[in-house]
């Protein structure tokens, strides 16, 4: 099968790895791959030395008329049977750039909202007529996808992101770094704070915590409008923001557990998807994707969206026991593998693409 991606590799390794490495099994496959991105990327060597062909040309803008002839002189140069697309900019040059042609356009979709039939700009990129199939990276996306768009609802699909623990697998820091010793049953919460992520929401949880050896780890940036509702709180001298790091999975894997308090718009957050790979349960909200990572009591807890009481009730829970917490994070370490491995969003891949060229 020969396909053809448009996508930016610029971001964090541990952000463009699941993709990146996809295609690079689907040529150890036998598949034929061709990525449209920038020339200078840090991935763009390993492509080119697994065999993978790299095109230098990345839209500056959503309408690039250079980008578009670039994409329609690689789609004349062989016949793709699938070109696939992954952002806002190379959707909509991939979509005309596909007008005229055989090859099926497919497009990726990553968060909840933001997709309206009202809005104009949604017909340039997974509305545009010439959008075939649309992969989703939850369950949750794709039943927001399926509402919007006019194509087939069977061709919109969940394929989790593959991942290898091996990719995300750290040393753990120590806790002394925070003032911290391993008798303190300690939670990381990370994120760039914007009102989705439920800061305030977390912070009001923290008036039900009872166990006066919980630490709450802050880290991130953004957290400044909430520096005093934190001091408000009666475990205020245990909460502490530690603003940006740079070595977030190191601090997680020293964590006894992660929350997650989104109020909305998540796809499939990366943070616990990491904090899976080093053996760390999660507190998460049933917004977006996350519910489908974990399983309840098992490899952590999932808590209505905006429910302060019960978050906290939770948080207690986990608190009780750095040994239950153990158990769930070695549980968890075990499902990313199961059920979220590279092979397996591979294989998932190939069959959707052949279903939509009928090969």
Known sequence: MKILVASSYYHAQNS???EAEMFIEMVKQGHEVTVITQGDAEYTERFRACGVKVVDAYPTKKICLSTIKAYRAELNSKAYDIFYAFNSKTIPNAAFACIGKKTKLITYRGTTGGLYRHDPSAYLTHLHPKVSGVVCVSKAVANDVKKRVWCSKDNVVTIYKGHELDWYTVQANKPEEFGLDSNNVIAVCAAHVRPSKGIDVLIKATHFVDNPNFHLLLIGSGYEPYFDMA??????????????????????AMADFQIQPSISGEGLPRTIIEAMANGTPSIVTTTGGSPELIEENKTGHIVPVKNAQLLGESINNMAKSKERCSE??????????????????????IRFFEKLTNK
């Open 16 to 18: 463009v790895r699941p």
């Open 231 to 252: 001091k408000d709180s009666p475990m205020s001298e245990r909460i502490h923001f530690i603003g940006h790091r740079k070595d977030v999975p190191s601090i997680m």
């Open 328 to 349: 769930m994070g070695h549980k968890a370490k075990i499902r990313l593998q199961r059920y979220f491995s590279s092979s397996e969003t591979v294989k998932q891949h």
